[in-house]
C-alpha cells in the first residue's frame, strides 16, 4: 500500500472512529442520525451499481427511504411512528406510486421498483438493526439501557476484528480461494482466521466489558457461538457485496473515503452482521448481573 493511501486511511479512521463511538454510546437521535446518513450513501452508491448493471432504480425516492428507515424507529421509540410492517408496506407503496409518475413502460418500471426496494432494504433496512440492538428489548426490560451501547459495539467490533483476522491470516498463509469467482483474494485459511479470532474477541469481550460495563453475562460457549455467527455474517456480507459489483463491473462503490473506497465498502460486512446479532441476543443465554 503506498504511503499516502495509508495516510489517508489512518486519517479517516481518526476522525471516523471517535463519532461511531459517540453515537453508539449516546444512542437515541444521535445514532438514528448516523444510521441514516450512512444508508443514505450506501444506498446512493447502491445504486450507481445497479445503473452500472443496466438497471434503473428511481434514486431520490429510494435514497429518501433508506433514511428512513433508521429515523422511523426513532420516531417508534418516541411513540410516532407506526410498527415496522406498516411502516415497510407504506415504502413499497410509494415506490410503487412513484413509477408510474417516473418510469415509463419502456424504461423497465418492475426492474425499476425491485432495484429502488431492495437498495432501501439492503442499506436502511439492514442498518437499522444497529439501532434495534442498542434498544434490544432484552436490554429495556431487564437492565439499564445504556447497556445497548456494549451489546451494539459488540458486533462492530466482531466485524473489524474479522475482517482484519480474514486479511491477516490469508496473506500469511492463505492459499486455497474461498470464492473465486467472486472475490479471487480471499481464502479459506483467511476466513477461518478471521473465524478463529472473532470467537477469542468475543469471549474475551464477554468477559471483561459486558459484566463490568453492561452487568450482563454470556456464557463462554454462547460468547463463542456469537464470535463464529457474526464472523461468518461478516464475511457473507463482504462476498455479497463483491458479487454485485462484479456483476456490474464496478471495483468500488464510489470514492467518497480517500484510501477505502464507498460507504458501503467499509459497512458490507456490518449490514450482514447487525440483523444476525440482533437475532442471536434473542436465542444465546444472557442474563443480567447482579448489581
Do not use: N
Amino acid at each position: 500500500m503506498a504511503r499516502s493511501e495509508l495516510t489517508l486511511r489512518v486519517l479517516f479512521a481518526v476522525v471516523a472512529i471517535p463519532i461511531v463511538a459517540a453515537a453508539v454510546f449516546f444512542g437515541d437521535w444521535a445514532l438514528a442520525g448516523l444510521l441514516a446518513i450512512a444508508a443514505a450513501i450506501g444506498c446512493w452508491e447502491y445504486f450507481g451499481i445497479a445503473r452500472a448493471a443496466g438497471q434503473l432504480p428511481i434514486r431520490a425516492v429510494g435514497i429518501a427511504l433508506a433514511a428512513a428507515i433508521p429515523l422511523s424507529l426513532h420516531a417508534r421509540a418516541l411513540g410516532v411512528a407506526g410498527p415496522t410492517l406498516t411502516t415497510g408496506a407504506l415504502a413499497l407503496v410509494i415506490i410503487c406510486a412513484a413509477a408510474i409518475w417516473l418510469r415509463a413502460p419502456s424504461e423497465r418500471p418492475t426492474s425499476a421498483v425491485a432495484s429502488t426496494l431492495f437498495g432501501a432494504l439492503y442499506t436502511g433496512g439492514l442498518l437499522a438493526f444497529g439501532y434495534a440492538l442498542r434498544y434490544h428489548d432484552y436490554v429495556l426490560g431487564q437492565v439499564d439501557r445504556r447497556a445497548g451501547g456494549a451489546l451494539l459495539l459488540l458486533p462492530l467490533l466482531l466485524t473489524w476484528t474479522s475482517d482484519t483476522g480474514a486479511y491477516a491470516v490469508g496473506r500469511a498463509i492463505g492459499r486455497r480461494k474461498l470464492a473465486p469467482g467472486v472475490s479471487p483474494g480471499k481464502t479459506i485459511e483467511g476466513a477461518l482466521g478471521g473465524l478463529a479470532l472473532c470467537i477469542v474477541v468475543a469471549i474475551l469481550y464477554a468477559h471483561y466489558v459486558l459484566v463490568p460495563w453492561a452487568h450482563l453475562a454470556m456464557l463462554p460457549g454462547s460468547a463463542a457461538i456469537f464470535g463464529a455467527v457474526v464472523s461468518i455474517a461478516t464475511q457473507l456480507g463482504d462476498l455479497f457485496e463483491s458479487l454485485i459489483k462484479r456483476d456490474s463491473g464496478v471495483k468500488d462503490s464510489s470514492h467518497l473515503i480517500p484510501g477505502h473506497g464507498g460507504v458501503l465498502d467499509r459497512i458490507d460486512g456490518l449490514l450482514f452482521a447487525l440483523p444476525v446479532a440482533y437475532w442471536l441476543l434473542g436465542v444465546l443465554r444472557i442474563y443480567p448481573v447482579p448489581l
